[in-house]
Each structure stands twice: as structure tokens, then as C-alpha cells.
């Protein structure tokens, strides 16, 4: 069976065949790190850490690459406002996304690189496309020529004389064409800035992607990931200033999650319904989050509520319950019931089943289906007078299997007792004493995932129960 996936680029369901046989190299978008991140931002590494973890399942050895958006217009705002400076603040929301998505299971990038580490290779790049004519420089900014790359349009699907109608200079823009956009930005007085041929400045926001991509992935990636908002203009603009650098295509699969709503109205800041990760986290089991996003396809919008999720939460419980269930069973079994092979037949089926949906477009929403109908056949079997540990066996190890794809645990978290959360917090203040960082960040992210929350104060590490 092969993997099928919708690409955004062409429109149609297509057969993956990665570049390179057994390998697949995958960009997903990363967050701008100036606040914490909402629940919209949750879906992308939701998703397609689920997308990894199925290619991994299948076979394929993924390098997975996300990036950190660590300096751009909104975070010299949050600096101004805050009275800090623009690397303190990237540092300190990098820390709370960490913290954030590995409390809903998400694994971390194999590179997670960042814009502020990688201002070399982006002006190299910018230098190239200069030398090239497809961009040019004007009074200190640097503007990308949209119209000389004739494909322009491609991803999002507009003709580029639709693209002209309403676009207009805006004021303080020195560009040659409306279409065109910017690789650099002058630096204003004050604002955190970086030598180039141009004068002092920074990266406007499309060059940084492309640039990373091709530094850890090669000229021509697997796949690119991220929300349904950057496709137009982030990645139209990736593709046109990627391709027209190289002459080869940029990324050959392009995947896209629609968005969310919070109770059936378009989140924003405006409307008052604007949802915190971090908030939701002091009220909700991470993995409740985690397994409500994949009860959705990827690519439809997804509505938010505290009465869905309520909902969802009963759903996961029936499921653990089931599972615990074939536990205690197997536990307290003497093994003496026949094993019959048409059980051991079923549960086998819904591995193939389970398959059979994820290899269509990632169906998590489906593939979800199919664990409850083992649950509910696994119940049935539990019913049973006699019931044979090869048959539960089975049972226990198809939950483990499968649930390990979608990265949900099957286990409630144990409460921790207050000794054992004080003890923690006291290793986690000795291993920073060590500068032993890693060890540290790993036991916060150990009580993050049992819903304790931490805060570092000067008069000590200071926890609550979420």
C-alpha cells in the first residue's frame, strides 16, 4: 500500500514517492516567538508531528526542520513595550513553545533553527538573487522583481494580473512594482539590527524560510507544512525567490491544516475569544488538546469549545478505560480459555484498517473511528466467560501500536504526590546550578505533562496544579 497526499500545489490527491528512496526532508513553518503561542498555532506541530510519526511507523527516516521566527516587526514591538530586548523576549517565548507542545506530545525538530543564528546564509541568499536581476536594492531596503518569475501564483492558484488588482505602494515603500516584496529591511533608529551590503538592517519575513530550508535540506525538500494562512503570501513568495535562486522546485508536496473557530466565530483578538495554549494547559491534560485537534482532518477548519472538548475528553476516556481494561484482564487471567484465531484475525484488521485510512491524506479523524471500534470489539471480548492472554495480548499491543502513531498516551498521568513534585523542582534547581540545561528543561516538561506549572521567581520556584 502507498501513502496518498493532498497537495495544495496541484490540488489533487497524489501518491507520495519521496526524492530520495526510504527518505523523506520536511519543513514545517514555526511559530514568531513574541507571545505565547494560541490554540490556532497548536494545530501545526499537532498535525504534523502526527504526519512524522506516520512516516516513521512506515518506514521512512524523516529529517524534520522548523524554524523560529526570533526577530521581525512583532517582536520589536513586544520589546518596546515590554522595556526588554528583542533577544530576551525570542528567548523567552522559544522556552514557553518547548514547554507548550511537548506537553501535547509533540516531538522537538530535528533543527530548530533560528533567524538570528542563520543572517549570514540569508543575506548570501538575498546577494545571489540581487546578482541574478530578480531583485534589487533601494535606499537600504531590498525588494524581490515578482513579475520576472513568470510562475508567480502557482501555489495559491491567482493569476498574477488578479494579484494586481488592489495591491498599491504603500508609504515609506521604495519598491519599483506593487507586486514585489521585501528580502530586507532598513533598519529604523534603534531597532535591533545586522550589517549587509545594503547598510544596517534585518530579514524581511519570506527570505528566512527559504534560506533555512535549503541550508538544512538541499535545494529541493519532500515536503512544506504549515497553516492554511501562509500559503499565500509566505509561500507563493518561498517558491518564486527558492526557485528563481536554484532553477529547481522548491518543495515538491505542499500540505496545508485549515483553521480553527472558537465556538463557531473566527478567533481574534477583537472578538474577545482570542485562546491560549498556555491557558488552556492550566485547565485540560495536554493530550486531551493533542487528540481533539486530530479528531478533525487536517485540512478542515475545526471549531472550538469547552463543550466539544468536554466531549472529546469523554471519548478518550472510554478509550483508556477500554485499554485499562484489557490490563487488569490480562493481570488477573488464567490463560485457560482456547485462543480463537478469528480474534486474533479481528484485531489484526484493525491495524490494516487503521492504515488503510492514514495512508488517504493523514485521515486521523478516521483512523480515530477505528480505534473505537477496537475498543468497542475489545470490550465485547472482555464479556466473555474465558478469555486467552493471547487475545488480550493482542489487544493491548494493537492500543500501544496505534496510539503511539497518533502520539496520545494511554495512561491517565498519575497525580504526583507533593514530596515527589518538591523533589523534582530541587533537581531541577540543582541540574541549572550545573548548567546542566537539558536536564533541566526535561524535568519541566515532565511536570508540564502531569499539568504542573512552575514559576521562577526571586524568592524561589514556586508550583501549582493546572
Avoid at 529604523?188 to 539590527?193: A, H, R
Avoid at 487536517?298 to 466531549?311: A, F, G, K, T, V
Wanted: charged share 30%; net charge negative.
Amino acid at each position: 500500500m502507498a501513502i496518498h497526499l493532498y497537495n495544495t500545489l496541484t490540488r489533487t490527491k497524489e501518491k507520495f514517492v519521496p526524492l530520495e528512496e526510504g527518505k523523506v526532508k520536511m519543513y514545517v513553518c514555526g511559530p514568531t516567538v513574541y507571545n505565547y503561542i494560541h490554540i490556532g498555532n497548536a494545530r501545526p506541530p499537532i498535525v504534523f508531528d502526527t504526519v512524522r510519526r506516520y512516516l516513521e511507523y512506515r518506514g521512512y527516516d524523516v529529517k524534520y526542520v522548523s524554524n523560529f521566527t526570533d526577530v521581525d516587526d512583532k517582536l520589536i514591538k513586544a520589546a518596546n513595550q515590554l522595556g526588554e530586548d528583542v533577544p530576551t523576549i525570542a528567548e523567552r517565548f522559544i522556552a514557553a513553545y518547548h514547554e507548550d507542545v511537548s506537553a501535547l506530545g509533540c516531538k522537538k525538530a530535528d533543527v530548530h533553527p533560528r533567524v538570528t543564528e542563520n543572517m549570514d546564509i540569508i543575506i548570501e541568499f538575498v546577494e545571489a538573487l540581487i546578482e541574478k536581476d530578480y531583485a534589487y536594492e533601494s535606499g537600504g531596503d531590498v525588494y524581490f522583481r515578482t513579475k520576472e518569475f513568470k510562475e508567480y501564483g502557482k501555489l495559491s492558484h491567482q493569476p498574477i494580473e488578479d494579484l494586481q488588482l488592489g495591491t498599491r505602494i504603500e508609504v515609506g515603500e521604495k519598491k519599483q512594482d506593487a507586486l514585489d516584496f521585501v528580502l530586507w529591511k532598513a533598519a529604523k533608529e534603534g531597532e535591533i539590527s545586522w550589517s549587509s551590503p545594503w547598510g544596517e538592517g534585518r530579514p524581511g519575513w519570506h527570505i528566512e524560510c527559504s534560506a533555512m530550508a535549503r541550508k538544512y535540506l538541499g535545494d529541493t525538500i519532500d515536503i512544506h507544512a504549515g497553516g492554511q494562512d501562509l500559503s499565500f503570501p509566505h509561500h507563493e513568495n518561498e517558491i518564486a525567490q527558492s526557485e528563481a535562486l536554484t532553477g529547481k522546485t522548491f518543495a515538491k508536496y505542499w500540505l496545508h491544516n485549515g483553521y480553527i473557530n472558537i465556538d463557531n466565530e473566527k478567533m481574534s483578538k477583537s472578538l474577545g475569544n482570542f485562546v491560549l495554549v498556555h491557558d488552556i494547559l492550566q485547565k485540560h491534560d495536554p493530550q486531551l488538546l493533542r487528540f481533539f485537534m486530530l479528531s478533525v482532518h487536517y485540512r478542515h477548519p475545526i471549531n472550538y469549545s469547552e463543550e466539544l472538548l468536554q466531549n472529546t475528553k469523554n471519548g478518550l476516556d472510554r478509550l483508556r478505560t477500554s485499554y485499562s481494561n484489557l490490563k487488569h484482564r490480562l493481570e488477573n487471567t488464567a490463560d485457560l480459555a482456547e485462543v480463537e484465531q478469528e480474534w486474533l484475525d479481528k484485531v489484526d484488521a484493525f491495524k490494516d484498517e487503521f492504515v488503510k485510512v492514514m495512508d488517504d491524506d493523514f485521515h486521523t479523524a478516521n483512523a480515530i473511528s477505528v480505534l473505537f471500534e477496537m475498543a468497542k470489539q475489545a470490550n465485547h471480548y472482555l464479556n466473555e466467560k474465558n478469555t486467552s492472554k493471547k487475545i488480550l495480548e493482542a489487544f493491548i499491543t494493537q492500543f500501544e501500536e496505534l496510539f503511539a502513531i497518533i502520539g496520545v498516551l494511554l495512561n491517565a498521568e498519575e497525580e504526583l504526590l507533593d514530596e515527589e513534585i518538591d523533589q523534582l523542582i530541587q533537581d531541577r534547581i540543582d541540574a541549572r546550578k550545573n548548567r546542566d540545561f537539558a536536564k533541566a528543561d526535561q524535568i519541566r516538561d515532565e511536570l508540564k505533562a502531569k499539568n504542573i506549572i512552575l514559576e521562577d521567581t526571586a524568592q524561589g520556584t514556586r508550583w501549582k496544579r493546572g
